[in-house]
């Protein structure tokens, strides 16, 4: 099975709802946060992100990516949602800006550290600890979803069904260099243009770009679901 954590973010390759889900408890504030999922290889997965966050702080960064903060300001405060927000500089970010922020990881680890420096910051974010492809997404519910180094178009349709109508959806995700594959859990990545086609019926509100940010070539997009 393969996984991907990129920037605060992990993406699982299939997406399945979990028809048994273990009883969960949601974290706010300074405490963990755990939903337990079945399936024969999830604690092995979470085993390893979990070493992956072990061993070094702040790995991708303690501010949130440029990108947005320069935009935030077009996108309305309400109900953010952070897949896979790793350590959670964005979900933080979100928070100080005034938005109520969901986030989730399957790494406890990576769940506590946030949640931790969500403290020291003096802002709440709710975070649960989940397997992506056993994670179920709620409907019309979400004003904004942030996707930060992290894309999986398996995934997509969930996230989509997971927004409000006239909500935004941002990307920001590494591009995929032919012939270049790294070892890092951030190997995974997005095709040139495969942003566009992915949000192609939604309204543009910042067009694609491609720039090459802390020596990596990214893909970046703004859009609203009309």
Same mark, same amino acid.
């Given at each position: ?24 408890? $949601? ?25 992956? +966050? ?25 109900? %953010?949602?952070?897949? %896979? ?5 964005? %979900? ?11 986030? $989730?990881?399957?790494?406890?680890? *990576?769940?506590?550290? *946030? ?24 409907? $019309? +519910? ?24 006239? %909500? +935004?959806?941002?990307? +920001? ?45 990214? *893909? ?7």
């Amino acid at each position: 099975m393969l996984y991907l954590i990129l920037g605060s973010v992990i993406s699982l390759s299939f997406f399945r709802p979990s028809p048994h889900a273990s009883p969960s408890k $949601n974290i706010n504030g300074d405490r963990a946060s755990y939903e337990a999922v079945t399936g024969e290889s999830a604690d092995e997965d979470r085993t390893v992100w979990d070493s992956f +966050y072990k061993n070094k702080s702040h790995i991708y960064g303690k501010e949130a990516i440029a990108y947005l903060q320069e935009n935030i300001d077009l996108i309305p405060k309400g109900r %953010a949602f952070v897949p %896979a927000m790793g350590e959670g500089r964005n %979900a933080i970010y979100l928070a100080k800006k005034g938005f109520n922020v969901d986030g $989730n990881d399957i790494s406890d680890v *990576a769940v506590d550290k *946030a949640l931790a420096e969500a403290k020291l910051q003096h802002v709440t974010i709710k975070a649960n600890i989940v397997d992506l492809k056993l994670y179920s997404y709620p409907e $019309n +519910y979400y004003d904004f979803i942030l996707m930060s180094l992290f894309y999986d178009k398996e995934l997509l349709p969930h996230l989509k069904k997971a927004l409000k109508k006239g %909500a +935004y959806i941002m990307f +920001y995700a590494k591009v995929e260099l032919k012939g270049v594959r790294d070892n890092s859990p951030s190997d995974f990545a997005v095709k040139a243009g495969e942003l566009k086609e992915a949000v192609k019926e939604y309204q543009i509100i910042k067009p694609y770009q491609e720039f090459v940010d802390h020596g990596i070539r990214v *893909a970046t997009i703004l859009a609203k679901k009309p």
